[in-house]
């Protein structure tokens, strides 16, 4: 109880400002930007409330970004950008705000991607789609609370749902199931 009283009751962050404005295309800048309140609710728990917009890379496309391997094939890439909205529970190990936790969520995503093909090593076609996935998180992480108001917090784990949408060329629904990994870096600030 006496962590209770002596934890900040909230916390305000943000991912890294470098991300911000991380990478710069031909379609202008590409930023990562993330947004988190949590609320206090016991001396270990809390809930997480979470807005984030990221542009969505595939493995093969980052890889070929880092190569600078561009060959003008695509594979089977997909590549685009995703609005995240969420809430989650978190259970903090030692006292809230410090230490190992477990986060267990839904999010709603909000997909615009595009999916590239090759055919024999050439390229063929890109298709855009529009859709939107409902997902369980559940992540691990690790927290700090330095001078009981700067805060920072690491989570990495997955995703698992649905995601409905629409093939914008050919005006098709589609749904499937879907997995995702998950991981977020936060600084912030905690208050009374």
């Known amino acids: 109880m006496l962590a209770l009283l002596l934890s900040p009751a909230f916390v305000v962050a943000t991912n890294n400002p470098v991300m911000w404005e991380r990478l710069t295309s031909d379609d202008g800048p590409r930023a990562a930007i993330g947004i988190s ?36 094939n695509c594979g089977y890439e997909v590549g685009g950008h995703s609005d995240d909205l969420g809430a989650g529970w978190m259970y903090f190990l030692h006292e809230r705000w410090r230490g190992p936790s477990l986060e267990l969520g839904a999010v709603r995503k909000s997909l615009h991607l595009t999916h590239c093909y090759d055919k024999d090593g050439v390229f063929d076609y890109a298709t855009d789609t529009t859709s939107t996935a409902y997902v369980a998180r559940a992540t691990l992480g690790w927290s700090w609370l330095f001078h009981d108001h700067l805060f920072v917090s690491f989570n990495a784990g997955g995703s698992v749902g649905r995601e409905a949408g629409l093939w914008n060329d050919t005006g098709k629904h589609y749904h499937h199931a879907v997995a995702y990994p998950e991981m977020y870096f936060r600084l912030g600030f905690a208050f009374d």
């Open 37 to 72: 309140g949590y609320i206090g609710i016991t001396a270990h728990q809390a809930v997480r409330l979470n807005y984030a917009t990221y542009e969505v890379d595939t493995l093969a496309s980052i890889w070929s970004s880092v190569t600078l391997a561009d060959d003008g």
